[in-house]
C-alpha cells in the first residue's frame, strides 16, 4: 500500500515497469495456497489493489510448487495476461 501511494504521488506510471510477485502459502483456507488458478489470480487482484493500478508489467512467480503442475500455473498467467 505505500508503494501504491508513492506510485500515485509519482503520476508518471507510463514511465515505470510495474512489478510484483506472487507466492506461497498466500494465507489460511483452501484456496488460498499453492499456484493453482485461484490462488494465483487472487493475488494478482491483491497486487492491483494494494498497488493502485489497474495492469502489471511483468508478474513473477517466488518459487516452484511442486504440488501444482507447472501447465495449470501457465493457464492462471495466460488468463491474467488476457484480461
Known amino acids: 500500500e505505500l508503494t501504491g501511494r508513492l506510485l500515485r504521488e509519482m503520476g508518471r506510471l507510463d514511465e515505470l515497469v510495474i512489478a510484483t510477485k506472487v507466492h506461497f502459502p498466500m494465507g489460511p483456507g483452501p484456496n488460498m495456497s ?14 492491483l489493489r494494494r498497488l493502485g493500478v489497474e495492469t502489471i508489467d511483468l508478474y513473477q512467480i517466488h518459487r516452484f510448487d511442486p ?14 495476461v488476457r484480461q
Open 67 to 80: 504440488a501444482t503442475p507447472v501447465a495449470e500455473t501457465l493457464e492462471a498467467l495466460d488468463l491474467l
Open 34 to 47: 499453492g499456484l493453482s488458478r485461484k490462488p494465483v489470480v487472487q493475488a494478482c487482484e491483491a497486487s
